[in-house]
């Protein structure tokens, strides 16, 4: 060791009329032992001359003198520690000088003060010493001859008896790793042979005791509102609210501490979710969000993406204390939630509900230490309003008289206040028995009284509690606003608005469960209040049905509250319009199934049917069929080869009046688990088009001709497989005998890839053989011309239908199908793909009423009250109208069964191709327009296609757009209907690829659609050797339009416009098309591109052939 700097045992000399003590000390004659110490305030290290002292030393390599009271220079040889006894504590010695020449042992006072946290207090005849810490006696030692003399109980032992001497880090290694700080204490009190004190970082002590180190206050500091935004998400919850919700997001503005939460169906929604917040926050402050700070989740990646000028903060891998804002939040929220959960004994089930209004109050509370002011008043700079604040889970009476069916009926009902509502000024009221929610602002409350707390409402059951994930669609429910200030209802209008009253923005309520939404106002939406909007969510469509299966639901209310009434007082709130009163979903728990008919469910499993007598006789009848065709031969299962699993499909076969016609059992195989190339290939099978169906009726019902229908039993039975399949043996019918076999497949069978494409092969081939030639426009048309007759055969699947100008040959062709195929003839066509086919004086009419119905009863719209019209006048729905709607999957079962239903029903294309525009992000504002729709359609289900007979096929078509009409991206909606003869066979409403400069682009674009469609007709017509009596007609209401069309003199202006849409002035040329003006009021197809009025809407509905069926 080496010293760059003198050493002193004392002071340097003093003015000669004091001598030092330290002088006295080295020149004295008092006694002391070689173990004696003396106290020395002059010296700067400690000092030893006996070496015996030193529990461990090394030599000392410097030059340097130890400088003595008298002036003299002694010898420093060695340097090390020693150990000294005071009391039962121990004390270490660092950096003992060992001097051979010098005749005391010093302590340093200044050096064994700062090292060993001791105090030493000195009197005239001793000093004692404490320990720090504890003030605990240590020590008391005598003065001799004015020095203080230390006798310590112990010395350093002699080397030989220590043994060899180690270094620090190898006790550390052999006493199994402790702390550095156990290991010196070891090493000290039971005096270790050690010749060097000193720790290294030991690796092995990295690797195993590797911890979080201890978190400093946050240095971070906001100074405005959105300048820095913490974000978390919290879930998932054990229960799924009755919305469907499992998780919730949460946004904590590090200013103000305002809280906004939205509630989660998946995390996936995260960035939909903020990117809605953050526009419509930004756009509410007035300002821009500059920093995120959020987790390192998954969910959150694409934001960074998504939004590159945002400053997003992440946090260390598994330390969510780097986002404590957002992560203390979460505890807060639960836990004031969970208070008011079992203060009121509401259902889990409501969680989404409580959370909300516990935000709500949240935002309007001051910290806990009072510190500044509450959230609410922070951000928007006004004190919040507690007049308006109710218990939780109360009992409520709102005002319900909008709802009565007559004047006798009450006009309120026992409900149960559950929050505060996000998009209207008023409280949320749940009616217990049949689940509806009531957004009043009449309500009277009874704080006293909590109808969950009862015992005459049933609790709810476990099951109803369970997460039934598969039952709920990822989606999110924005929520915004809330109760009103107490004094809002007597504010003047013109006065500061307050624009938590508005429901397209917030100020009393901002986001504090959601995002905003604007107002729904539509001419009928106090109509509206009075429907349901519980439904749920649909089953996948039967392969053996074309039409999408319909929604069906049961629910099972809780009963009805007897609570007494405690009558406190009528709230006074800010009024909004009775059309904003709606009625909510329900609050049961839903359980979804397939089914036909309200009524009645089919079974799902082989064991539910092999209950039932009649599905029993349904599955052996199909077993047999299977056998008597030879679909398979048993053989041992192959190795190494994919085996297909089956089951059983029950459905029941109706009548178009609904009624039963048969029990059927299918049994179909697990064509998923299907390996492509291995056990099949190609799949595409063609069906036959609707427009194809019309022409073929249209012309049949002008000639006269007879129409007949035949179904194919076990259709695809009749295809031949081409590639290798082995099945497991069906359920139910297993070989007694070769219990272990499969089923090597010689036929195609139901569920299979490529059953639908053998099907139509072979029946393809047959009639070919018969005469007939596929149509090269629409491969399910097969036509033959024979001696002047024609014979039209039209192919969906399974079923056909057959026409044609001779009824013998009709009825031959039959026979002959009859003995290649086992098909039942079902006579004249009445019902046909859902469709019911009405034979009236006027002609034949198109129906799917039963199917309406059904649709009506699966959504709960059958009690609805009817609209004249399916869209409000001029509505102009934009994708960011209202809040996000709940169940995604429900809207897009209902808008697709919409769809099919179009297919009768040219009425209502243009509302349901406007709601499909929404089907990945639906919001109640579409829902509301799906709504409408249904309403519409339960004033109308028994109207339909009237297809008459005409006496001249004149084929003509009406074109039509609105330019610009969408609000979101500005692009057109082309329409077109098309007409043989007196009857529509083909109509279109479908929005525009790209952004039309002017109107009369716009109508160009329309009629190159629907000159496209009637070039397809034609040739459809040609292969039926109709003859067309003049070119097509297209009827334009946009003069510059038909100029365009006929000549390109207005080249400058459409250089822009694709060149295939300029097809139409090609064959306007050719005179294979004439496009002619017509004024906008006799324009049909203008209820294809708009909402209409009811009297232009009534007109326009009889010229597109929609008419009542007659009456029984």
Sequence with gaps: MRYTDEFQANAAPLPPDGAPQAHVAQTSNSSGGATDWFLDSGATHHVTSDINNLSSFESYEGTDQLHIGDGKGLLITHVGSAIVYLGTKSIVLSNVLLVPGFTKNLISLSTILSDNQLTI????????????????????????????????????????????????????????????????????????????????????????????????????????????????????????????????????????????????????????????????????????????????????????????????????????????????????????????????????????????????????????????????????????????????????????????QHKLQPRSLVCVFIGYAMSHKGYMCLHIPSGRIFVSRHVIFNEQVFPFHSESISTPSAASTECHTTLWAPMLNFRCSGPPDSSAASRPSSGPIDLSAQSNSCVDRPFSSSAAQPPQRYPDSNSAARESDQALASTAPSTSVPPPTPIHSTSVPPTSSTAPLAITSSHSMVTRSKDNTRRSKKFSDFVAYVATTPADSDPFTFAQASKVPHWQEAMKKEFQALLDNNTWILVPPPANQNVVGCKWIFKTKRHADGTVERYKARLVAKGFTQEEGVDYFDTFSPVVRPTTIRIVLSIAVSNHWVIRQLDVNNAFLHGELHETVYMHQPPGFVSNSSPSHVCLLKKALYGLKQSPRAWFHTLSAVLLELGFHGSKFDPSLFIAHQNSQTTIVLVYVDDIIITGSSSSRVTALIATLQQRFALKDLGDLHFFLGIAVHYTKAGVLLSQKQYILDLLCRTHMANAQPMSTPMAVNSSISKFDGEPFHDPKLYRAVVGALQYITITRPDITFPVNKCSQFMHSPTTVHWSSVKRILRYLKGSADHGLLLKPSASPLLHAYTDSDWAGCPDDRRSTSAFCIYLGYNLISWSSKKQPTVSKSSTEAEYRSLALAGAELIWVQYILQELLVKMPQPPVLWCDNIGATYLASNPMFHARTKHVEIDFHFIRERVVNKELVVKFISSKDQIADGLTKGLTVNRFLDIRAKLMVYCEPSA
């Design 121 to 404: 207090a000195f009197h005239s005849c001793f000093c004692i010493i404490k320990d720090s810490l504890t003030s605990k006696i240590l020590l008391q030692t005598r003065a001799c001859n004015g020095l203080y003399l230390m006798t310590t109980t112990a010395h350093g032992l002699p080397q030989a008896f220590l043994g060899e001497k180690v270094a620090a880090d190898l006790w550390h290694s052999r006493l199994g790793h402790p702390s550095f700080t156990v290991t010196r204490k070891i090493i000290v009190d039971n005096n270790l042979p050690c010749n060097k004190s000193e720790f290294h970082m030991c690796t092995a002590c990295n690797l195993a005791k590797s911890h979080k180190l201890p978190f400093t206050c946050s240095n971070t500091v906001s100074y405005a509102p959105l300048e820095l935004i913490h974000a978390d998400v919290w879930g998932p919850a054990p229960v799924v609210t009755t919305n469907g919700f499992r998780y919730y997001l949460v946004f904590v503005d590090d200013f103000t501490k305002f809280v906004w939460i939205f509630f989660l169906h998946s995390k996936d929604e995260v960035l939909q979710v903020f990117t809605t917040f953050k526009l419509q926050v930004e756009n509410l402050l007035s300002s821009s969000i500059k920093i995120l700070c959020t987790d390192g989740g998954t969910e959150f990646k694409p934001i960074a993406k998504r939004f590159p000028q945002l400053v997003h903060q992440v946090t260390c891998p598994y330390t969510p204390e780097q986002n404590g804002v957002a992560e203390r939040k979460h505890r807060h929220i639960v836990e004031l939630s969970l208070a008011a959960i079992s203060h009121a004994s509401l259902p889990l089930r409501l969680w989404d509900e409580v959370f909300s209004s516990t935000v709500y109050l949240i935002n309007r509370l001051p910290p806990a230490n009072f510190s500044t002011l509450s959230p609410f008043e922070l951000l928007f700079n006004r004190p919040p309003d507690y007049l308006s604040l109710r218990v939780l889970g109360s009992q409520c009476f709102p005002y319900t008289r909008p709802y009565n």
